[in-house]
């Protein structure tokens, strides 16, 4: 899709807002608009990554401790785009049945809603794929979403762990029936990659 910097500025810096926070099924906003979902391991920066795409600070709330999100978010940009925070999995500090839980409800979520365009899987390019993303890759196989791996972090990672996540990439999706077939590199610090994750996000509109 062809699309300027100054179109694809325009359009993240237009409103967006808080719509809903899901802890069941049924609190679920309406299915009105094409949705973008975030999801990766806790602490992968993925509140961050978000509010870099936005150009925002504060909309999605931030946090150093593990499992700050423990409902499904909802966001809606200019009316057109609902991106939607996905309760991070793996090392957060909490109990096996809220695990399940929010499992059962990201479940729920990806076989529920049809105008889900693209999840945005977050892998921390420090350490690659760990058996958590595998696992969770596999549900979306299952689901017959498609999603596509952002690593995030970059900023962070040396050269060799950027080269051998994005070796372990290619196995991946030599593996993975639903995986969208590139990856982003991403820094929300130093603004790496954003402009080509607005282009991706922006792209499920249509």
Not at 80 to 106: E, Q
Not at 120 to 140: A, P, Q, T, W, Y
Not at 176 to 205: M, N, W
Request: aromatic residues 10%; proline residues 3%.
């Amino acid at each position: 899709m062809d699309i300027t910097q100054a179109e694809l500025s325009g359009f993240f810096s237009r409103p967006c807002c808080f719509i809903a926070g899901a802890a069941k099924l049924e609190q679920m906003p309406s299915l009105l608009l094409p949705e973008v979902a975030f999801i990766g391991r806790s602490n992968v920066g993925k509140s961050s990554l978000i509010n870099a795409m936005l150009g925002r600070k504060t909309l999605v709330r931030t946090s150093r401790h593990p499992g700050r999100t423990q409902q499904i978010n909802f966001f809606e940009l200019d009316a057109r785009l609902h991106l939607v925070d996905l309760p991070g999995y793996g090392f957060a500090t909490v109990s096996k049945k809220i695990h399940a839980s929010w499992n059962a409800l990201i479940v729920a979520y990806l076989k529920g809603r049809p105008l889900l365009r693209r999840v945005l899987l977050l892998i921390d390019s420090r350490h690659g794929f760990k058996e958590n993303d595998r696992d969770f890759m596999k549900i979306l196989d299952a689901a017959a979403v498609v999603y596509q791996c952002i690593f995030t972090k970059i900023d962070k990672a040396t050269e060799t762990e950027r080269m051998q996540s994005q070796e372990a990439f290619k196995k991946e999706a030599s593996l993975h029936g639903a995986i969208f077939p590139t990856f982003l590199e991403t820094s929300a610090e130093k603004r790496d990659g954003i402009q080509d994750l607005q282009h991706a996000v922006y792209s499920c509109c249509f």
